[in-house]
T-cell receptor, first 112, second 114 residues
Framework: QKEVEQNSGPLSVPEGAIASLNCTYS??????FFWYRQYSGKSPELIMS????GDKEDGRFTAQLNKASQYVSLLIRDSQPSDSATYLC????????????FGAGTTVTVRA | GAVVSQHPSRVICKSGTSVKIECRSL??????MFWYRQFPKQSLMLMAT?????????EQGVEKDKFLINHASLTLSTLTVTSAHPEDSSFYIC??????????FGPGTRLTVT
């Protein structure tokens, strides 16, 4: 079982719609959870971090964490063509010397 | 927000030569930095963890004598690819971890070995 799993996509949504990205993790001891956005040919950019159960909103982005289900998600509201990118879910574990474990990424395409 | 720089952004070198890549945290101190490699359309692969003032910790399968890492200060880590070969051509990305355990990535260095 992979440490962090994401739907590989690609996920195609029309402009203005909500894009929903899912991520599950295997280690119940995981502490911190992050979403990164990576444009083609560029390095990842941190867009959201979440540490406790519930929702966290930042602009058009909402991260949701459910530790009991070992599930974290990212919602992108009012999707724009500029949101077209690969989104990486990352999980931090003390047991892994505080190194991030990354999912394979979900590629999102927003259709104009 | 936290800013991490990398230099150079792009480098082309001949097979057998060495290349040094610098990673700097510009507005925060990073006791820990990480070096990743990414091949086209693949996910990030962690190569090593760089701790200020101590030896780097390499991931399994990464040759420490080929990929030399030095973390000389709280804001600077360097990766030297020694005796580079065409198969070392890749996108090398560093990241720095802040006090809140959030990790910020540099813009990456695209290495091409001819």
């Amino acid at each position: 079982q992979k440490e962090v799993e994401q739907n590989s996509g690609p996920l195609s949504v029309p402009e203005g719609a909500i894009a929903s990205l899912n991520c599950t993790y295997s280690d119940r001891g995981s502490q911190s959870f992050f979403w990164y956005r990576q444009y083609s040919g560029k390095s990842p950019e941190l867009i959201m971090s979440i540490y406790s159960n519930g929702d966290k909103e930042d602009g058009r982005f909402t991260a949701q964490l459910n530790k009991a289900s070992q599930y974290v998600s990212l919602l992108i509201r009012d999707s724009q063509p500029s949101d077209s990118a690969t989104y990486l879910c990352a999980v931090l574990r003390i047991s892994n010397d505080y190194k991030l474990s990354f999912g394979a990424g979900t590629t999102v395409t927003v259709r104009a | 927000g936290a800013v991490v720089s990398q230099h150079p952004s792009r480098v082309i070198c001949k097979s057998g030569t060495s290349v040094k890549i610098e990673c700097r945290s510009l507005d925060f101190q990073a006791t820990t930095m990480f070096w990743y490699r990414q091949f086209p359309k693949q996910s990030l692969m962690l190569m090593a963890t760089s701790n200020e003032g101590s030896k780097a910790t390499y991931e399994q399968g990464v040759e420490k004598d080929k990929f030399l890492i030095n973390h000389a200060s709280l804001t600077l880590s360097t990766l030297t690819v020694t005796s580079a070969h065409p198969e070392d051509s890749s996108f090398y990305i560093c990241s720095a971890r802040d006090i809140a355990n959030e990790q910020y990535f540099g813009p990456g260095t695209r290495l091409t070995v001819t």
